[in-house]
């Protein structure tokens, strides 16, 4: 599997939030934690993963198109999102919380 640096570094991230999160429910020793506080992501340019290059933004033109071929709920959500400039976790938060 050829990861990224950014995709490592956000999953070792949620293995030590995971071990947190036992400790707090006193499932595991707290020791695990200090231990776990040592390890550091992955720097760039000192490691072998690849670097990711930045989201590049998506055409108006190319989001128009999506709706007729996706389900009616996500069709609402992009329109929605694209009316009101939230973000997409923050449409499907919305979108669950009201049932729409």
Same mark, same amino acid.
Request: no cysteine; net charge positive; hydrophobic share 40%.
């Given at each position: 599997? #050829?990861?990224?640096?950014?995709? +490592?570094? *956000?999953?070792?991230?949620?293995? *030590? ?11 595991? /020793?707290?020791? +695990? +934690? =200090? ?6 992501? /992955? ?6 993963? =690849? ?7 998506? %055409? #108006?033109?190319?989001? @128009? ?7 009616? *709920? $996500?069709?609402?959500? $992009?329109?929605?999102?694209?009316? @009101?400039?939230?973000?997409? %976790?923050?449409?499907?938060? %919305? =979108? ?5």
């Amino acid at each position: 599997m #050829d990861l990224s640096r950014g995709v +490592i570094n *956000k999953r070792v991230n949620r293995i *030590k939030r995971f071990f947190r999160w036992s400790v707090a429910g006193e499932l595991v /020793l707290p020791s +695990i +934690i =200090h231990g776990l506080n040592a390890v550091q992501g /992955l720097r760039r340019g000192r490691t072998r993963a =690849h670097e990711t290059g930045p989201v590049a933004r998506v %055409d #108006d033109d190319q989001v @128009t198109l999506v709706p007729p071929f996706v389900a009616p *709920k $996500i069709a609402t959500m $992009i329109r929605r999102q694209r009316m @009101t400039g939230m973000w997409p %976790d923050e449409v499907v938060s %919305d =979108h669950q919380a009201f049932g729409r």
